[in-house]
C-alpha cells in the first residue's frame, strides 16, 4: 500500500486528512504561555483569536522521533510512503524526515521537499492522491512530484511583512517599506523555497490586480487547478476570486485554503493569494 505524509504547513482541515486518507505530522505552535500541536491542539479559529489579543508565536519542527514512528510501521508492513513536507529553506521539517529515514534504514520511503507552503505544498499532495489512485508506485509519484515542483508559483499579499522579519524568513533588508501604512507586499516562494518580496502594492484593490495580472501572463498548464489562499478573513479571497472568474479563471472552493498557524504564524491574518502551475 502507498501512503501520503505530510505536515500542517499544507493546511488541510481534519476532515479532508480522514476523508483522503493522508497522514499529517503537526508542527509545533509555541505561544508564551503554553504550546500546541498544529491542527491536533490548535484550530485556526483559536490561533486567530490568540493573534488578535497580541500573543506572539513561534513555531517548532516536528523531530525526528515523531517521522521514525511512522517510518518504522511502514517497514514492518512493507507499506511505500511518499513523504511532502514544508519547504526546507523555512522550516527543518524535511531534515528531521531526513535523519529518521537514515534511521529507519528502508528504501521505500520517498521523501519530497517541496520548496513550498499552504496551498503550494497541498497542490503537490493532491497530486501525489491522484497518482496513487492510478496506481503509480512510489518511486513514480516522487519523480512525478519533482517533475513539477519548480512550475509551482505562489503569490499572496499580505498586511505586513513583520511576522516573516521576525521569525527569520525574510530579511530586514527585503522586508524593506513593506511595514508602512497601506502598502501591501507580494510575496512569493522562489525556486529555492525561499521567501522574497516579489512587489509592493498601495492598497488591497492594486494588490489584487497584480496577482491577477500574473495569472493571466502565465502559461498554465491546465492539467492542474488554481488554488487560492487567505488567512482568517475570506472576504479579500472571494473578491480575488470573483476577478478571476470575471476573467475566465474558474475557481473552486475545495481549493481554496485557509492558513493554520503553522503558516499564519509567520504571515499573520489578511493574506490572500493563487497558486498555480506553470509549463
Same mark, same amino acid.
Given at each position: 500500500m502507498i501512503k501520503i505524509i505530510t505536515d500542517s504547513a499544507a493546511d488541510y482541515e481534519q476532515t479532508e486528512l480522514s476523508s483522503n486518507n493522508i497522514c499529517c505530522v503537526p508542527i509545533t505552535i509555541n505561544f508564551p504561555d503554553a504550546s500546541f500541536l498544529d491542527g491536533k491542539e490548535l484550530s485556526k479559529t483559536e490561533f486567530y483569536r490568540r493573534l488578535e489579543l497580541g500573543d506572539t508565536p513561534q513555531t517548532s519542527q516536528p523531530s525526528p522521533y515523531d517521522f521514525q514512528q511512522l517510518f518504522s510501521a511502514a517497514k514492518e508492513t512493507g507499506d511505500e510512503l511518499v513523504v511532502i513536507l514544508l519547504s526546507s529553506a523555512l522550516s527543518g521539517t524535511y531534515q528531521s524526515a531526513v535523519i529518521a529515514k537514515e534511521e529507519t534504514d528502508y528504501q521505500k520511503i520517498y521523501l519530497i521537499d517541496s520548496l513550498s507552503a499552504t496551498a503550494a505544498q497541498r497542490l503537490l499532495v493532491d497530486y501525489a492522491l491522484r497518482l496513487r489512485d492510478f496506481g503509480f508506485a512510489g518511486c513514480e509519484i516522487a519523480e512525478k512530484l519533482i517533475s513539477i515542483r519548480d512550475k509551482i508559483k505562489l503569490y499572496a499579499y499580505v498586511d505586513t511583512l513583520e511576522y516573516l522579519k521576525r521569525g527569520g524568513r525574510l530579511s530586514k533588508t527585503a522586508a524593506g517599506i513593506g511595514t508602512l501604512a497601506h502598502v501591501k507586499p507580494i510575496v512569493h516562494l522562489n525556486d529555492k523555497g525561499e521567501v522574497t518580496v516579489a512587489a509592493?502594492?498601495?492598497?488591497?484593490?492594486?494588490?489584487?490586480?497584480?496577482?491577477?495580472?500574473?495569472?493571466?501572463?502565465?502559461?498554465?498548464?491546465?492539467?492542474?487547478?488554481?488554488?487560492?489562499?487567505?488567512? *482568517?478573513?475570506?472576504?479579500?479571497?472571494?473578491?480575488?476570486?470573483?476577478?478571476?472568474?470575471?476573467?475566465?479563471?474558474?475557481?473552486?472552493?475545495?481549493?481554496?485554503?485557509?492558513?493554520?498557524?503553522?503558516?499564519?504564524? *509567520?504571515?499573520?491574518?489578511?493574506?490572500?493569494?493563487?497558486?498555480?502551475?506553470?509549463?
Open positions: 509592493k502594492c498601495i492598497g488591497r484593490t492594486k494588490a489584487q490586480t497584480w496577482l491577477t495580472n500574473r495569472l493571466c501572463n502565465a502559461n498554465l498548464n491546465p492539467e492542474f487547478p488554481i488554488y487560492t489562499l487567505y488567512s *482568517h478573513n475570506r472576504e479579500n479571497c472571494d473578491a480575488l476570486r470573483n476577478q478571476l472568474r470575471e476573467l475566465g479563471y474558474e475557481t473552486q472552493d475545495n481549493y481554496c485554503c485557509n492558513l493554520g498557524p503553522t503558516i499564519g504564524a *509567520h504571515v499573520g491574518a489578511g493574506a490572500c493569494g493563487v497558486v498555480f502551475v506553470e509549463y
